[in-house]
């Protein structure tokens, strides 16, 4: 139920290393994140969230709110299964470093914050998913399983026990059980009737059915994207299609102005468009 890098201490005196909120790869870290609250900042990196928090984890400091940002990095590249490891390197890391982990002890309520900002999250992405099939189904247990484990642990060490954490291994339980036993045996299987490994993309609702309006359009977009982040997550296809979301969100001139930056070779785009520009005579 852990990882190495949760439980590996730090290499020098200090088991759990120092404080490396000031290090420029929590600042590199931080940047990207800090894309979730704010589009125009660009689309986030995952694969440099990943590195940069475990560069950090291994070799600077065991920070709970870089493990958070971790796990959450690994869903996006990995799904469940990067879920899954990035929750054993919390659980290592809580059980191993206690005393020691960062924030300080003395900051509780920051350590609750850290654990909190990746529930808030994965609940949020959960809730809007399919219900997992196939090889997802046992990953998910394991993911309850982990979970119930360190709330066991960090909940009484808490100055109150946060309600959070077990109302995040009910969710979790939840989308287990949101599966049919059908799906189960038959998803689980993996293959075809000819032996061919399946790998299907699960639209919601449960079933793949006709386009019949815009909004039904983009959630299909989402689910491509989303399934191309977990099974080709180094491919930028899965961001382009992201950014094509967020494109169809925004009016023809925002989308303009954001592709087109030389000013001149944009008037040339309004007029071969037959569009006046805003703010043109």
Not at 231 to 237: A, I, L, W
Not at 260 to 274: A, H, P, S
């Amino acid at each position: 139920m852990m990882t190495p890098l949760g439980t590996d201490p730090i290499p020098g005196d200090k088991r759990a290393g120092a404080a490396a909120r000031y290090e420029p790869e929590f600042e590199e870290l931080e940047n990207e994140i800090s894309k979730l609250n704010n589009p125009a900042g660009g689309e986030i990196k995952w694969p440099d969230v990943a590195s940069l928090a475990r560069t950090i984890l291994s070799q600077k400091s065991k920070d709970l709110l870089v493990a958070s940002y971790y796990a959450y990095g690994q869903l996006q590249l990995l799904g469940l299964q990067g879920l899954l490891e990035g929750i054993q390197t919390i659980n290592g890391m809580c059980q191993t470093f206690w005393e020691d982990l960062f924030p300080e002890a003395r900051r509780m309520r920051a350590r609750e914050s850290a654990l909190d900002w990746l529930i808030d999250r994965v609940t949020s992405m959960l809730e809007k998913a399919p219900p997992p099939g196939g090889d997802e189904i046992p990953v998910m247990q394991q993911c309850v399983a982990v979970w119930d484990n360190l709330t066991e642990y960090v909940n009484p060490k808490l100055e109150a026990p946060n309600p959070k954490l077990p109302a995040f291994s009910r969710l979790l339980a939840s989308r287990v059980a949101s599966a049919s036993p059908a799906e189960e045996s038959s998803e689980s299987a993996g293959t075809t009737g000819a032996g061919a490994p399946t790998n299907t993309v699960m639209i919601a609702g449960g079933a793949a059915g006709p386009i019949t309006n815009r909004k039904v359009a983009f959630e299909r977009l989402r689910e491509v994207a989303d399934y191309l982040k977990r099974t080709e997550p180094h491919s930028p296809v899965a961001y382009l299609v992201q950014r094509a979301i967020k494109w169809g969100d925004m009016p023809l001139e925002s989308v303009i102005a954001e592709l087109v930056k030389n000013n001149d070779v944009r008037k040339q785009v309004y007029e071969t468009l037959g569009l006046k520009q805003e703010g043109a005579e």
